[in-house]
Nanobody
């Protein structure tokens, strides 16, 4: 089993910054396939940022240049630095992990980010 625990969400004003953290524990093979999705009220869950094979990272067009995904292999953790936040970034942010051997996806419970003045 894999457990993912997100933290770092909260209320921030437009233009502000937040850093989300996700710590993975349990049967972790490799954190190469970890990243973040988000789900705004009334909308589907969409990809925000994800590590691909190797060192590349995919970002949603709406967050390119503002969000940065990083990871700490020693801690089995990934982080999402979010700058220049906009009201439309308001959502529940979910961390995910994909077991590279089985292809099974695991999800955290989510952390709420609210961007509002």
């Amino acid at each position: 089993q894999v457990q993912l625990v997100e933290s770092g969400g909260g209320l921030v004003q437009p233009g502000g910054s937040l850093r989300l953290s996700c710590a993975a524990s349990g049967s972790i093979v490799s954190i190469n396939r970890m990243g973040w999705y988000r789900q705004a009220p009334g909308k589907e869950r969409d990809l925000v940022a994800a590590k691909t094979s190797g060192s590349s990272t995919n970002y949603a067009d709406s967050v390119k240049g503002r969000f940065t995904l990083s990871r700490d292999n020693a801690k089995n953790a990934v982080y999402l630095r979010m700058n220049s936040l906009k009201p439309e970034d308001t959502a529940v942010y979910y961390c995910y992990y994909t077991n590279p051997l089985t292809g099974v996806d695991y999800w955290g419970k989510g952390t709420l980010v609210t961007v509002s003045s």
